[in-house]
Every structure is written in C-alpha cells, then in structure tokens.
C-alpha cells in the first residue's frame, strides 16, 4: 500500500510563495495535487506523470503554480507562487492506482494565504 506524506504548508502573505513537497513509501509514476476548504469539494490543482511526461494545471493555478518531481526520490513537489487568500486551505497529494483512480493519499498540509 502506498503511503503518501506531504510538507510545506503554512502561512504566508498574498503573493508570496511556497513549495510542498510529498514523498511516497514506494516507487510511483505520476501524482496529483488536491485542495480542500471547509464546507467546499476537493478540487483538482495539478498532476505530474513521470511516464508520459505530462503535466495538468487547473485554470485557477495555471501560471502560478508548478507541479515537478523526482522520481528517484518518489518526491513530487507543488511550487506555489503569487499565492492568492482564495488558494488557502487543506493541500493534498494522491497516486492513481491501477484502478486508474486517486486511491492513494496523504493526510494533507494547511496552507493559509493572509490579505
């Protein structure tokens, strides 16, 4: 079972910048970055997948952030700039299982973006 753990998160002021990283128990080829604020859905923010070479953005992020890994170290990282108070909340990352679905994920990182 793939163990996700992520870190980085904290508090910064608006348009200021920081970089989450999350490192997998085992070896993966793609991840995904989520968010989620209280009373609100989890969104997508971006994925890597290593194999392919691909990269996806949400259209709110796109821009701002990049989303870039390693994958000898099975660390992906999220590079947040020109951070907005609508990007806080609760950070995630995910691994696609064979299902092709977000089976795997961390347990989350807080990110606050102060006005």
């Known amino acids: 079972q793939v163990q996700l753990v992520e870190s980085g998160g904290g508090l910064v002021q608006a348009g200021g910048s920081l970089r989450l990283s999350c490192v997998s128990s085992?070896?993966?080829?793609?991840m995904g970055w989520f968010r989620q604020t209280p009373g609100t859905e989890r969104e997508f923010v971006a994925a890597?997948?290593?194999?392919?070479?691909?990269?996806h953005y949400a259209a709110s992020v796109k821009g701002r952030f990049t989303v870039s890994g390693d994958n000898a170290k099975n660390t992906a990282y999220l590079q947040m700039n020109s951070l907005k108070p609508e990007d806080t909340g609760v950070y995630y990352c995910?691994?696609?299982?064979?299902?092709?679905?977000?089976?795997?994920w961390g347990p989350g990182t807080q990110v606050t973006v102060s006005s």
């Open positions: 085992e070896r993966i080829f793609n």
């Open positions: 995910a691994v696609l299982s064979s299902r092709g679905d977000y089976d795997y």
């Open positions: 890597i997948n290593w194999s392919s070479g691909t990269l």
